[in-house]
Each structure stands twice: as C-alpha cells, then as structure tokens.
C-alpha cells in the first residue's frame, strides 16, 4: 500500500525520524491558517507547497490546468494562496503517471529548510528494501540526492553505496557510521546522520514497509540531518497488525478496478495488453502471462480467482476485465486441485449466460479433477467459448483468435 509523503512522514516521525515539518491541506482557504500555526511551530517565513499524489517527479511534473510545478516555493506567507490554487485540484503529469495526469486533492504546506547558517547544506540519497538474492533488507544511500536515483545509477554507479543489515541482530552502530563516513560527514552532522540511519530502519523494519526512499535526506546549514520528502510502501499482508496504517489507504490514488476487485477478493493487477488472464494461483497466473506473451500477445492483466472459482465469483471477475477495452480476448486457466474443473466449467457457462453476450472471444484451459467433464460442458455450451486442456493448445488458440 502506497502512502503520501505527509502519511510517510507522520509514521517516521513517529519512530523518532526528524522530518521537515508541514500541514497538509484540501482547501486554498485553509492555507494561510496553516502557514501561521506552521511559522509558530519552525519561525519559517517561506513555505514550499508539495502535491501529495502517489507519484515521484512532482517538482519536474507540471499541472495541465495551470502550468504549475508539484512542488513550488512561496517566497512569504502573501504569495502562499496563489502558489496552492496553481497546484490544488488540477491534475499533475509526472514521468511516473504514464501521460495521465493525476488530480491533486490534497497539498502540504512545508516549512523551507534552506535557512541561512555556518556550514554548507546538502542533499543525500536514502532508501530502505528487501535485497531478495541476499536474503536482507539494503539500505541504498549516495552523496547525490535530489535527483533520479536512476539517473545516478546510469552515469556515475561508484557514487551509490549499499549496506545489508543482518536480520538476525538488525542494524548495527558501525554499519550507520560508516554509512555517514560514506557521505562525506563530520562533527555534528555525522552523529545526526547515525542517529537517522538507526531510526530510519527501525521504523522500516516496525511498521512492516517494503520500501522507504527519502530524497532528499537534508543536511541543513546548522548540520541537521532530515528526511525533506517521504516515499513509503507498506507490506499489504502486514496490515491487520497495523488498523493505523491502513486507514491512511487512498483509494482515489488507486485504480478503480483494482479498488473494485480488491472489495470482491479478487487479486487483480491491471496491465498495458491486449489479453486478459483469469487463473486459480499465483504462480500458474504467472506461467498463464508468460504464455500468452510467447503465443503472440500481451497481458492486459493478472488476476487470480482463488480457490473457489465459483459462477458468482467468475462472473465478478469477467465484469472487472472487460472495463478494458484493450482486451481482445481472455484466458481462463484452472487447475482443479480443491477446486473441480467442472463445477469451474458450469460457472464459466452460467456467468456468460448471464451476462449475456461477451464480445471477446474465451479460451478455457482446466486441468486436474474432471478436467474431461468439464471440456464437454465447454465445448456443449454453444457458446462462443474455445476449450483446451494443454497449455500449448491454449496458448496455440490464444494466438489463432489474435490474427
């Protein structure tokens, strides 16, 4: 589950993470009641306004209503009102929202961290995940923060540095100072650097994140070291320990049909192709993509039924496809272990009598428990439906109805 920066910033904070300070705000009236409570709390006299969507880029996007960036400075508290009515309620285009821009409903009013001082500020790079292939939680960190880490990773690799923390003992001391050693920090700010580095991974590792990334991490000009932006993404299984966290869920930063299947316990991923998937399992979901990328065809999604594929729940699912006008054809795959191919088969006749006329055409694939009953109940349907009990049969008919 993805959060938005302010929600990625209260729950570090939380486990002692210092964060710039903000407000965030749905209504440009409300702007400069919360610039004043936030100068009460900073003595900041210049604000920076941040778009709060689920979405990186958002200083470089631009808002298509007004030309606007995400993330623009108010040089004053008089400048405040027009700086938020640039950004509020228009629809932000970032290099991560595919060409459609994304409706800002919410903004954050931040305090500005470039406040004058004896030493030089600085920007860093900072990220929290799970290094699959060694088996530990990485912290990803480099001197070039503020920009794309990709960017960074192209044309200058020897300025990314990684530690892998031991699960077994967490985080160590020697690990966060060398981590600050690597950033070139002294003094002040490398026991400030330490002490985030600790907070930062244990309030990764406490509430249940599959990622953090804090770009930038700021060094301000009397050597505080903060966390100025907040990318945060929670474990989704995790979340009936945390009935905090999950109540921060925006489902208007969310895909609608993934909103819809999610309620109707539908593992459902949308995607960019043209033929959809409808399969019992994760991993055979997985296999059913690969199939039908080599018959010719691309993914529209992944959807995983479960293990009751019964007519209620196939019929759901085929409502939920067919809102993609992509989809040119759909395959259902099955593997009848718990469940019985035939008692799938009959769910797949009588949800498409149901539904009435499915304008793409089905291709069937059940295998396992009376996968030879359920072939006959496809193929005495009369409808437009192709059965097939091999892959290759199916990924062979998927290909014959794309040509």
Not at 134 to 150: F, H, K, P
Not at 352 to 363: R, S
Not at 373 to 393: C, F, P, R, T, Y
Request: aromatic letters at 6%.
């Amino acid at each position: 589950m993805n959060l938005h920066e302010y929600q990625g910033k209260s729950i570090l904070k939380s486990f002692g993470v210092k964060v710039q300070e903000g407000i965030v705000i749905d209504k440009v009236e409300d702007a400069q009641e919360a610039a004043k409570k936030l100068t009460e709390q900073t003595g900041t006299s210049w604000y920076v306004v941040k778009a709060q969507i689920h979405a990186g880029g958002r200083g470089k996007g631009v808002v298509a209503e007004t030309g606007s960036h995400g993330v623009v400075l108010a040089k004053g508290i008089d400048k405040l009102d027009d700086t938020v009515k640039g950004i509020l309620g228009g629809h932000l285009e970032t290099l991560q929202t595919n060409g459609v821009g994304k409706k800002v409903n919410k903004v954050l009013i931040a305090q500005d961290v470039y406040y004058p001082g004896e030493s030089e500020v600085s920007e860093f790079y900072m990220s929290v995940l799970l290094d699959r292939e060694l088996g530990r939680n990485v912290i990803v960190y480099s001197t070039e923060g503020g920009m794309d880490i990709e960017h960074v990773a192209e044309h200058t690799p020897h300025l990314i540095f990684k530690e892998a923390i031991d699960p077994r003992v967490g985080i160590q001391g020697f690990q966060a100072r060398k981590i600050a050693f690597d950033l070139g920090l002294s003094g002040k700010a490398f026991k400030e650097m330490t002490q985030f580095v600790v907070n930062l991974y244990n309030a990764f590792v406490g509430c249940d994140a599959s990622m953090f990334e804090i770009n930038p991490v700021f060094k301000t000009s009397d050597d505080q070291i903060i966390a100025v932006d907040a990318k945060v993404t929670l474990d989704g299984n995790s979340l009936f320990r945390h009935p905090d966290y999950l109540a921060m869920r925006d489902f208007a930063e969310e895909d609608p049909t993934e909103v819809e299947a999610d309620a109707a316990g539908l593992n459902f991923v949308k995607l960019d192709g043209n033929v959809a998937c409808m399969v019992n399992g994760a991993g055979l979901a997985m296999a059913t993509m690969d199939i039908i990328k080599l018959s010719g065809g691309n993914p529209a999604n992944f959807l995983d039924v479960g293990g009751t594929a019964n007519a209620e729940r196939v019929e759901k699912a085929f409502h939920i496809i067919l809102k993609d006008p992509n989809v040119k054809a759909i395959l259902i795959n099955i593997f009848g272990g718990i469940v019985r191919c035939d008692r799938v088969a009959q769910g797949v006749v009588d949800a498409y009598k149901n539904m009435g006329n499915i304008p793409v055409p089905i291709i069937v694939r059940l295998q396992g428990t009376n996968a030879v009953e359920a072939k006959k109940l496809i193929d005495e349907s009369g409808l437009n439906v192709h059965s097939a009990v091999m892959l290759q049969e199916a990924a062979d008919k998927v290909k014959e109805v794309l040509a």
